[in-house]
C-alpha cells in the first residue's frame, strides 16, 4: 500500500529544516532565547504528562526542575577552580548531566508514593510545598548552591568538542562564526527532539491508555487491570526526570542559577504553559513553552514599539510584567472558548467542518493523530 | 516555660487568622465545587486597598479594603464563572489560576520593592497577664478572629443563605431543583470568600510583618495547606487547619535559635510539611470526605 | 449450596458492607455455577452495585469473603483481580469519549500486554510486534459484539447502544472467566435490549464462562438467566431459577408490596 506524505509530516519536515538552519542567521540573542525555550519545552513535556495524560496536578515542577539544574552545577564543578568555596564533584560534564537528571527522578520517586496517593488539589498542595522546601535548601545550603547569590554553572563539553569557546579561536562552520549559542542551539534541539519522541512512544502505546484511562475512569481503569498506584508513581518520576532535564538545559543555557528562578513563579508559569498550549498535547506544550517563555523578552527588545510597555525599572509596566498579564489573560480566554488549549484550535482548524467541541473538561486526549496515523 | 506560653498564644492568635483565610477558600469549593486558586490574590487586594487608603483612619481603610476585596471576587464570579456554569469545575478552577495572576502581577506591581504599611492602631502595646507579655495586636486578631469564626459558623448553620449554601454543597442538583439559585449561591461565597481573605490579610499585615510587602503573596498561599489538612469541604476542618498551621509556624519561628541545623526561614516550609504529614495517614485532610467511588 | 464445579464459580459468603452508618450489604450469600448467568436483581437501592464494588475491590467488606480460582477476592487489590480475569462494564459507561473504539478496547488487553514506560518511550520492537497482534484480537472481539465496522471511530460519536456494546467488548478484551455485567441493558429500548440479551447468551456459548448481571429489567433477566438471586435492603432474599423467583412472596412483596398486583408485573 503506497502512503501519500501527509501535510503533518511534511509540515514537520519544514519545521525541522528550519531549526536546523536558524543558527545560521539568527543573532546571539533569538539564539539564547531559543536555548531557553528548549529547556523549558522539555520541562513543559513532563508536566502535560503528568496533568494532561495522567490528571495529576503537580504544582512543584520548578522544584525538579531547580534540582536538575543546581545538580548538574554540583556534579560538574571543579571545587578547585569553582571559587567561592562551593561544592562540586568536578565530574565530566555530560556524566554529570546525566547524574542530575537521574537525582531529579529519584527526588520524583521518593516523592511518588505521596503523589501515588493522594488526589485532585490535595496533590497540587503537597506538590506546592516542594517547591518552598527547595527554595528553603537553596537559600540555606551555601556551599552547595551558592545561598541567594546562586552558583556558576560549568561549561558543557562532550569528549572532543567543547560548546563553550575558546577565547581567541573562532569556530567556522559554513562561513558562519559559531559561539556557544549556535552550538548550544544544537544540542538542545537534539534533546528536545528526543524528548518529543520518548513522549510521543509513552502516550500512544500502553502506558499512555493506562494513564488517560486513570485520569478518565480511575476505578474502571483498575478494573482493566491497571496497578494505579504503581502508573501514577511511575509517571511522576518520569515527569520529574523530564523537569530535571530541562533543569540542565536551563543551567548551560544562562551559565548562573540563583534560587529566585525556581519559585511558585516559575511553576505557575509551566501550569500556564500547558494549559495554554492544550493539556496532553505535545505540541500544545512546546507552543506554549515558547509562548511563555519568548514574551518577556521578546516585549523587552521591543518595548520602544509596543505601547503601553515601559522598560524595566521605570515603574510602568515592564517587559516582564506585561508578559504576565498576557499569560495570565491568556488562560482565562482560553479556559472560557476552548478549554483543550492552542492544540484544540488547532485541531480545529485542520478538519473542515469542525468537530463538536470538547465537552468543558478540560482534560483532553493527546495527539488525536493516536487515532489515525496507527496501523 | 513562659516563652512557650507566649509562642503558643502568639501561635492561637495567627491561627484565628489563619482559620478565616482558610474558611473563604473551603467556601468557594464547598458551594461551588471550584478550587479558588485567585484566593491569595483577594488577600492582596484587600489589603492592597487598605494600605493605599493611608489617611483615612483605620475602621474606614480596613471596610474599604474588604469592600475591594469582595467586589472584585463578586465581579470575577459574574463576568468570569458565571460564563463557564454547566461546564466542568476543573475548568473554572484552572480558569482561576489566570485571574491570580492576573490580579497579583497587578498589585505587586504596584508595591514595587516598597514595604507599605497598612498602620496597626495597637503599636507596640503590650498586656501583660499572669507573668506573660503579649502584644496587643496579637489580642485584637485573636479577638476578632473568634469572633468572625464564630459569626461565620452562626451564619453558615442559621441564616437563610448559610442554609442555602449547606444544601448546595451537600447535593447542588437537588438544590437546584428545590429552587436555590445556584448563580446567587456562588456569588454569595466568592463575595464572602472575598471578605474573609481581605480582613485575614488587615491582620497578616499588621504583625509582625511591618506592612504589605511581596512576600506576603507567599503567606496568603498558606491558605492551602490550611485548608488542605483540615480537609478541603469541612469548614470546621479549616479552623483546625488554620489552628494547626498558625501554631505550627510561630513555634518554629520562636524556636528557630534551637533549629539552626535546619536553616533559617524554616517556617515558611513547616505548614507544608505539617499537611504532608496529615495526608499520608488521611489523604483527604483531617475532616474532609473520603471519596467514595461512584461507579 | 451445591456446587457443579468449583474451578470457574464464583462463591460469594457472608459479605458484609457498611459505610456511613449504613448497612449496605448484610451477610449476602449466593453461589455462581460455571457456565450460568446469573441475575442479581432487587429494588433500587437494595445494594447490588454495592455487591459489584465488593467483586471488583472497589470496596471492602467489613466481613465476608468472596472465592474465586481458589483465592478471596476481598483480599486483592482491583488490578489483581482483573488480572485473575475478572472483567466487568459499568452502569456508567466508564468509556473515554476522545478515544476510538479501539484504543478504548485496547485498555482491555493491559494485564494480558507488558509495554511500559521505557519499552513504550525508546520503541523497542516488542511494543510493535504485541500491539499488532492484540489488535487482532480486538478486531474479532468486536466483530463478534457487532460494533467492528465503528473501530476507528471515537466512543464519543456512538450511540448509547453502541456504547453499551463497547463497553462489554472491552470487558472481553480482558479474555474473561467471569464476566460482571452492570446494568448492561439501562437504557435500552426494546430493540436494543433484545440484541444485548442475545449478545449475552452468546458470550455464554462461545466462552462457556459464568456471568453475573446486576439488572432492572425484568424482561431480560427471565429471558436469559440460569438463576437468579434478588436482594433487598442489602439482605438476600431469594434465590433460585427465574420461575421460582417469580412466584416468591417475600421478591413479591420487596418490589410491589401486594402479592398479586407483582405477580401479574412480574409475569409480564
Known sequence: MSRSISPAVIGKLALAAVLLVMPFYLDAFWLQLGLFAFATAVAALGLTLLLGQAGMLSLGHAFFVAVGAYGYAYFASDPHTAGNDHLGLGLPPLVAAVLAVAVAGLAGLLFSPIAARLRGIYLGVASLGLVFLGLHVLVNAERLTGGVNGRDVPAFTLPGFAFEEDPGHTLYVLGVPFHREERLWYLALAVTVAALIYYRGVVRGRPGRALRAIRDHEVAAAAMGVNVASYKARAFVIGSMYAGVGGVLLALAFRRMVPETFGVALSIEYLAMVVIGGLGSAGGAVFGALFVTSLPAVLERYAAQVPGVAPSGSGGITPAIAARFAYGAAIVLILLFEPGGVAALARRLRRHPPPASPEAAVVIDADQALSRSSN | MQNFAQLLIGGISLGAVYALLALGFVLVFKATGVINFAYPALLLVGAYTTARAGELPLPVAAILGICAAV???????????????????????????????????????????????????????????????????????????????????????FSVWGVAMRATAEDHETAALMGIPGGRISAASWAVAGGLAAVAGLFVTMFPSPGLEPTTSAVALRAFPAAIIGGLDSTGGAVVGGLVIGVTEVLTQGYEGHLTFLGLGFHAVMPYLVMVLVLLVRPTGLFGTRELHRV | MN????????????????????????????????????????????????????????????????????????????????????????????????????????????????????????????????????????????????????????????????????????????????????????????????????????VRNSLDIPILLVEHDMGLVMGIADRVTVLDFGRCIADGSPEEVQLDPEVLRAYLGTEDSARSELQA
Open chain 2, 71 to 157: 467586589v472584585i471576587a463578586a465581579l470575577v464570579d459574574r463576568v468570569l464563572v458565571r460564563r463557564m456554569r454547566g461546564g466542568s469545575v476543573i475548568a473554572v478552577s484552572i480558569m482561576t489560576i489566570g485571574v491570580g495572576v492576573l490580579l497579583q502581577t497587578e498589585i505587586i506591581r504596584r508595591i514595587g520593592i516598597d514595604v507599605l504599611p497598612i498602620g496597626d492602631p495597637w503599636g507596640s502595646g503590650v498586656v501583660t497577664l499572669g507573668g506573660l507579655t503579649i502584644p496587643q495586636t496579637r489580642i485584637a486578631a485573636l479577638v476578632v478572629g473568634l469572633a468572625l469564626i464564630a459569626c461565620f459558623f452562626a451564619w453558615f448553620k
Open chain 3, 3 to 202: 456446587r457443579t464445579s468449583t474451578a470457574f464459580a464464583l462463591s460469594v459468603d457472608l459479605v458484609t458492607v457498611r459505610f456511613a452508618g449504613v448497612t449496605a450489604l448484610d451477610e449476602v450469600s449466593f453461589d455462581v455455577r460455571a457456565g450460568a448467568i446469573h441475575a442479581l436483581i432487587g429494588p433500587n437501592g437494595a445494594g447490588k452495585s454495592t455487591l459489584f464494588n465488593v467483586l471488583s475491590a472497589v470496596y471492602r467488606p467489613v466481613s465476608g469473603a468472596v472465592h474465586f480460582c481458589g483465592l478471596d477476592l476481598t483480599r486483592l487489590r482491583p488490578h489483581e483481580i482483573a488480572a485473575l480475569g475478572v472483567a466487568r462494564t459499568f452502569q456508567n459507561i466508564a468509556l473515554l469519549p476522545e478515544a476510538t473504539v479501539r484504543e478504548n478496547l485496547l485498555l482491555g488487553r493491559h494485564h494480558l500486554t507488558r509495554t511500559g514506560f521505557v519499552s513504550s518511550g525508546l520503541r523497542a520492537a516488542r511494543s510493535g510486534r504485541e500491539w499488532r497482534l492484540h489488535c487482532e484480537r480486538v478486531s474479532e472481539i468486536a466483530d463478534f459484539v457487532g460494533i467492528a465496522d465503528k473501530l476507528e471511530h471515537p466512543v464519543g460519536a456512538l450511540s448509547y447502544g453502541d456504547q453499551k456494546r463497547v463497553e462489554m467488548a472491552r470487558a472481553l478484551c480482558v479474555e474473561p472467566r467471569l464476566l460482571l455485567l452492570d446494568e448492561p441493558a439501562a437504557g435500552m429500548n426494546a430493540n436494543e435490549t433484545a440484541r444485548m440479551a442475545h449478545l449475552i447468551r452468546d
